[in-house]
C-alpha cells in the first residue's frame, strides 16, 4: 500500500534523522524509485504526504554542505535530484528519446505529425512525452497477463496412446 512505500521511502531519506545524511547510492536508489513510482504514489492521499517529506528532504540534501563546506553530494547526484524534482513539478510528464521498432503506418503517421508542427512555427525535438511513474495499463485494465493481454487459457491435455 502506499503507506507501507512511503514509510519505505521516508526511512531512505532518512527524514526522521535530518543531521546525519544518507549515503550516495541510496540517494541516487530513492530518485530512480521515485522516477518510478511517483505519478501512481501521487494520487493516494497518503502516498503524496511522503512525497511531499521525501522531497522537501531531497532538496535539501542537495543543497547540504558539509562541515568543511563542501558540498555533501557529487554534482551528478544533485542534478539527478533536481530532474527528479523538475519531473514532479511538471506533473510527471518526462521527455524520452527511445527509438523503437515502429511500423510503416506509425512513422508516417508521425511525420504527418512532424510536418504539421514545423509548418505551425513549432520546433521538433524528436522525443516523446511520457507520464513517468504511471501504473501500466495492463495492471488497471484487469488482465492478468502482461504478455497476451488477455486472460488464462486452458490448454488440451495430450492424449496418450
Not at 54 to 60: A, E, I, P, Q
Request: aromatic residues 4%; proline residues 2%; positive net charge.
Amino acid at each position: 500500500t502506499a503507506k507501507i512505500i512511503g514509510s519505505v521511502l521516508k526511512d531512505l531519506a532518512m527524514c526522521n534523522e535530518a543531521d546525519t545524511l544518507p549515503g550516495e547510492h541510496v540517494v541516487e536508489c530513492l530518485c530512480e524509485l521515485l522516477n518510478s513510482i511517483g505519478y501512481t504514489l501521487e494520487t493516494m492521499p497518503s502516498g503524496k504526504d511522503a512525497l511531499v517529506q521525501v522531497c522537501s528532504r531531497l532538496l535539501d540534501l542537495k543543497q547540504r554542505r558539509d562541515k568543511r563546506g563542501k558540498v555533501a553530494y557529487t554534482k551528478r547526484i544533485q542534478f539527478q535530484i533536481q530532474d527528479l524534482l523538475d519531473t514532479r513539478a511538471a506533473g510527471w510528464t518526462k521527455k524520452v528519446f527511445k527509438a523503437a521498432a515502429k511500423t510503416k503506418e506509425e512513422i508516417r503517421n508521425e511525420q504527418d505529425r512532424e510536418s504539421k508542427s514545423q509548418s505551425a512555427g513549432k520546433g521538433v525535438d524528436g522525443g516523446s512525452h511520457v507520464i513517468a511513474g504511471a501504473r501500466p495499463s495492463y495492471l488497471t485494465a484487469g488482465s492478468t497477463s502482461s504478455l497476451d493481454g488477455g486472460a488464462w487459457q486452458e490448454v488440451p491435455k495430450a492424449v496418450r496412446r
